[in-house]
């Protein structure tokens, strides 16, 4: 029956087939198992009924054409052989339809990503509509994969060489303005009318009545193509440090087939998918895609609790987290208000808003319209008006609690009885902020990063008293604004703040203990954190690090407890990047080398040591694995997946080691436990392993 399938096949009275791809009962549409199988057996179809002319493959869904392959089919590929014979079968069922004597024009409203660009190229003619969410893109490098049915071959013959190497590496889209341009689609139309131009243009291509012209991009060839992959690898090697093979194996497929045959190009392509799919890195990365699916859909309060309806959202504070988050609030179609102290404060708020929004719409079709709806949607005020008729306000004010608490009772006089009062704290326990609230039940922690428009976690914390409809709107609120939520309880750093707190003070330690400051850094990064603790600490400016230590310190004792040199530093007037004088020297913002005169501020002064890159990176690793088991350990977080998610996603946990759970269960429970109890008699009590790992280990359980 036509709704149990996945794919259904119409033809017209022109001899036009059309295939619908509409996953019954989910939003997107996905490459599962039966849809592939389904395609086999229409394209079969279509190629043997001699009363078919031309197909065209289009989505019965309202925004998206393709989100790319069901990745929990890659479960099945247990070995390099599977993997490799894998991408050898999709290779060739998506080659049958570019070896097609017939037409194929591909009909792409919405998302067309990963697989389903795949498909998309092995069409003769694609048309894009120009709906705001209609992005091309091969994205699988963001899960330890490369494209590997016929993407690496086909986009690196259809546009600039350049440009193809950039979408594969980064997995970047690309929108529709630019994809005609350099001729990844031929031709833009509104969605309203999609299937009706597809239909008409299959069958003018079949009769020969329409020419595909798109422009032609020649490639490179010897020295200039060498200078291209060498640019590309030099990138590669800057911006992953030789940790993740997969971009590596991309352009190894795409120099392959470029310079010994596309079917040369084919068979690097398979080989390179099949090592990548068994590999460490793309079996973490794919953790945390499923772990961070699971959590976007995880309320923490079950089914039956149904958030409220918010259609205005009120911010306290217009700098940079508070007008990141009015301009996320407008972007998802919220109407806001934004308050600060004075006119010239919301004048900055307003126009960083602004700026968000033009990075991300700019270079679209229509990008000034699309800006414009957004922005109108934010206004601001140096007082309470507008307030008496929000749903939720979104407090993102200094890090004091008296001020906290000042907002938290004024704010509280004006607002409707029904509205949530969330607080963007990011160390302060929302018991200690909620006693200034007459509505505890309706108050509840949402802890953004920054900036806010690129990070793509929130972190709510609930006390005892808040109401489960307060939590299940901020889950809604969150997922609306296309960002992954990870619900925890109250308590003194929540999660986040906690195991970020202890992997900088880790970094602390060892510069008491007499080592460089860079030589500490490339610990960190030397396995996959994206900043040194040092370097991050001037990110976040050295007073609040100072100020946050001290607060984690008195909360949670020995364990939290660093070295006192941070406050001379402070009173010496660095602050870090902000004031331009911190650890590192800065030029006009920018980081520089260290700065060799704070080393007079720190214990050893100037007479530093080397030290072994790769115990520090022993140390920051299990510095935040075992704190992290800390947090699962007393209930502040509810379960080890959110572990993963807000370690990987919030605090830049290595991704490649797939968050400190499952880097956990990689390594063994035992070996974990026996590496901490030999960091512990080096130095001391702050490696002293958690209960819950020790039980662990003597059981043999796993966290997943």
């Known amino acids: 029956m036509a709704d149990s399938r996945i794919l259904n096949l119409y033809v017209n009275d022109k001899g036009v087939a059309t295939i619908v791809i509409d996953l019954p ?63 050898l079968e999709a290779q060739k069922l998506f080659s049958r339809l570019y070896n097609s004597k017939k037409p194929v024009v591909i009909a792409i409203n919405g998302i067309c990503v990963g697989g389903g660009l795949e498909l998309a190229l092995n069409g003769h003619y694609r048309i894009a509509t120009d709906h705001p969410k209609t992005a091309l893109g091969l994205p699988e490098v963001k899960l330890g994969l490369l494209p590997g049915a016929t993407g690496t071959q086909r986009l690196s013959r259809l546009v600039p060489i350049e440009m193809a190497l950039e979408k594969m590496l980064t997995g970047k889209n690309t929108f529709p303005a630019r994809a005609k341009f350099v001729g990844l689609i031929d031709e833009i139309c509104p969605p309203a009318i999609l299937r009706e131009v597809a239909e008409d243009r299959a069958y003018k291509l079949a009769e020969d009545s329409l020419k595909v012209a798109r422009p032609t991009w020649p490639v490179p060839k010897g020295e200039a193509l060498e200078a291209i992959f060498k640019g590309a690898e ?35 392509e398979a080989r390179g998918f099949g090592e990548l799919v068994v590999s460490r890195e793309a079996l973490s990365l794919i953790h945390i895609f499923f772990r961070s699916t699971e959590a976007k859909k995880d309320s923490s309060v079950g089914d039956d609790i149904k958030p409220m309806d918010v259609e205005k959202i009120a911010v306290l504070g217009a700098g940079l987290m508070g007008a990141g988050v009015a301009a996320v609030s407008a972007d998802t179609n919220y109407v806001v208000r934004m308050k600060d102290r004075d006119e010239e404060s919301v004048g900055r708020g307003i126009s960083y808003a602004a700026s968000v929004l033009k990075e991300k719409y700019g270079k679209r079709r229509n990008s000034q319209t699309e800006i414009s709806k957004r922005f109108g949607l934010i206004s601001g005020a140096t007082d309470y008006s507008g307030f008496k008729t929000s749903d939720l306000v979104i407090e993102a004010v200094f890090e004091d609690v008296a001020l906290k608490h000042k907002v938290i009772k004024e704010v509280e006089e004006v607002l409707p009885e029904h509205a949530i009062f969330a607080s963007n704290t990011s160390a302060i326990p929302i018991t200690m902020l909620v006693q200034a609230s007459k509505r505890p039940e309706r108050f509840i922690g949402m802890h953004f990063f920054s900036p806010v428009h690129k990070m793509p976690l929130v972190e709510i914390i609930v006390t005892e008293k808040t109401a489960p409809e307060v939590t299940a709107t901020v889950v809604d609120v969150t997922r609306r604004y296309g960002k992954t939520p990870i619900v925890v309880n109250d308590g003194p750093g929540f999660y986040t703040s906690r195991v970020f707190g ?88 920018k980081k520089g080398k260290v700065d060799s005169s704070v080393y007079n501020l720190l214990p050893f002064g100037s007479d530093r040591k080397s030290g072994e890159i790769g115990e520090f990176s022993e140390r920051f690793l299990y510095a935040f694995l075992n704190e992290a088991a800390y947090c699962l350990q007393e209930n502040i977080l509810r379960n080890a997946r959110d572990g993963d998610v807000g370690g990987v996603m919030g605090i830049g946990f290595p991704p490649i080691l797939g968050g400190p759970f499952k880097f956990a269960d990689t390594e063994g429970l035992k070996t974990v436990v026996d590496t901490l109890a030999k960091l512990e008699s080096k130095f001391g009590e702050r490696f002293k392993a958690a209960d819950i790992l020790l039980e662990m280990a003597k059981t043999g359980k796993t966290f997943f």
Do not use: H
Request: hydrophobic share 40%; aromatic share 10%; glycine share 12%.
């Open 25 to 87: 009962g989910e939003r997107y549409n996905l490459l599962k198992r039966q849809a592939v199988e389904e395609l086999a057996e229409l394209i079969t179809i279509f190629e043997q009924d001699e009363r078919i002319v031309a197909l065209v493959i289009i989505s019965g869904k309202e925004d998206n054409f393709l989100s790319g392959a069901d990745i929990s089919m890659f479960a099945d590929l247990t070995s390099v052989e599977a993997g490799y014979k894998g991408s």
């Open 502 to 589: 202890r992997y900088v003070l880790e970094g602390y330690c060892a510069l008491a203990e007499g080592y460089k400051i860079e030589d500490v850094d490339a610990g960190a990064t030397k396995v996959g954190f994206p900043v040194g603790p040092i370097t991050v600490t001037d990110e976040v400016g050295i007073d609040v690090a100072e100020k946050a230590g001290k607060f984690m310190a008195f909360a949670l004792g020995e364990r939290m407890k660093g070295p006192d040199f941070i406050s001379k530093v402070v009173a010496d007037g660095r602050m870090g990047r902000k004031n331009g004088r911190g650890f590192y020297l800065y030029n006009d913002g």
């Open 234 to 268: 030099a990138m590669v090697n800057k911006q992953t440090k030789g940790l993740y093979p997969a971009p590596y194996k991309i352009l190894k497929a795409v120099k392959e087939g470029l310079i010994n045959g596309i079917e040369a190009g084919f068979e690097a």
